[in-house]
């Protein structure tokens, strides 16, 4: 079974197509992140998802369960990190847990026990019995995530989860999330920003844009489908004053020269079979050649590319808040 499945999922806003025939299959245990600028839809499709917006047109199957016949369950077997931590402040950290606990019906027998291993595992002891208003923005994040994890749900929807945290906190977060969908087979669908954070959690990726989907899949397989646009990188000892023309005459693209600092970065359609010839012939032409380095398209420059040709992206005008 799916943990996510959506067919031709479409969201209208007026005139506005937000999210323009979604078309996503997500595994059991899987971390998937869906990665876009502002206004591309991402929060759009995850509240179609959650059932805070109802679709325009298509449809969508979560935990096996169609979103239009069965919110209620649902609901209750996912969790669901908002772009706002979504607490209350006048209670304190234990009273929005337990609060949240007795929402998603987890027996009173175990509400203790799991508030207890929940702010270990987030390092949230100091701030139990503190009102949540009180709190730092990166702290309420971390009772946001713990809030939505409290229940055990077999997938969570999280929305730019390390927004705010430091960097030692994010760690924790990234790790739990991890531990989480290894051990305990739990689906995670992860909103963001953060191009290092995906390509570190996700086992596949995908990026929206204007509501449609430009690519899906692995980093390692996004970054196959633009390997023609590896960057090879041949630094010399010395800078000879014919290096451009010798590039030139083996008609390779010099993407970049720099003289003071002896380098030239160039694109070679076929690196594998090419590069030793470059090699040589540069040896035979008396090139003081003393490093050669490939440099892989990276998740980020990928990602930018793939916005870049879908356009700029529209500004949101609180769309994603309607």
């Known amino acids: 079974?799916?943990?996510?499945?959506?067919?031709?999922?479409?969201?209208?806003?007026?005139?506005?197509?937000?999210?323009?025939?979604?078309?996503?299959?997500?595994?059991?245990?899987?971390?998937?992140?869906?990665?876009?600028?502002?206004?591309?839809?991402?929060?759009?499709?995850?509240?179609?998802?959650?059932?805070?917006?109802?679709?325009?047109?298509?449809?969508?199957?979560?935990?096996?369960?169609?979103?239009?016949?069965?919110?209620?369950?649902?609901r209750s077997r996912v969790g669901h990190l908002t772009e706002t931590p979504a607490l209350y402040e006048r209670l304190t950290v234990r009273q929005n847990l337990d609060f949240f606990a007795k929402l998603y019906k987890v027996p009173e027998t175990e509400i203790k026990p799991r508030i207890e291993e929940i702010v270990d595992l987030f390092e949230l002891p100091e701030k139990l019995d503190d009102p949540a208003g009180t709190l730092s923005k990166g702290m309420k994040q971390k009772v946001a995530i713990a809030r939505a994890m409290f229940h055990k749900p077999e997938l969570i929807f999280l929305d730019e989860p390390t927004a705010s945290l430091s960097p030692e906190s994010a760690k924790v977060v990234r790790e739990q999330i991890i531990k989480l969908a290894k051990k305990e087979k739990r689906t995670f669908f992860i909103c963001t920003h953060n191009l290092f954070e995906a390509e570190r959690l996700s086992s596949r990726v995908g990026i929206i844009n204007h509501g449609r989907l430009v690519a899906q899949g692995s980093p390692a397989e996004l970054r196959e489908m633009r390997k023609d646009e590896t960057i090879t990188i041949f630094r010399f000892s010395t800078w000879e004053s014919n290096t451009k023309e010798f590039f030139d005459d083996m008609?390779?693209?010099?993407?970049?020269?720099?003289?003071?600092?002896?380098?030239v970065s160039t694109i070679i359609k076929d690196i594998e079979k090419q590069t030793p010839n470059i090699i040589n012939s540069l040896a035979k032409s008396n090139f003081q050649l003393v490093e050669v380095k490939h440099e892989f398209p990276t998740l980020e420059r990928i990602y930018l590319e793939l916005v870049e040709m879908e356009g700029v992206p529209r500004e949101e005008n609180n769309m994603e808040e309607i």
Do not use: C, W
């Not at 010099?254 to 600092?261: P, T």
């Open 1 to 74: 079974m799916l943990a996510v499945e959506t067919n031709n999922l479409t969201k209208m806003f007026h005139k506005l197509k937000a999210v323009d025939e979604l078309n996503l299959e997500i595994k059991e245990a899987e971390i998937y992140s869906l990665l876009g600028p502002n206004g591309a839809g991402k929060t759009t499709s995850v509240r179609m998802l959650t059932g805070l917006l109802r679709p325009t047109m298509g449809g969508a199957r979560v935990l096996g369960l169609d979103i239009s016949e069965n919110l209620q369950e649902i």
């Open 251 to 263: 008609k390779i693209e010099i993407v970049e020269q720099n003289q003071d600092k002896k380098y």
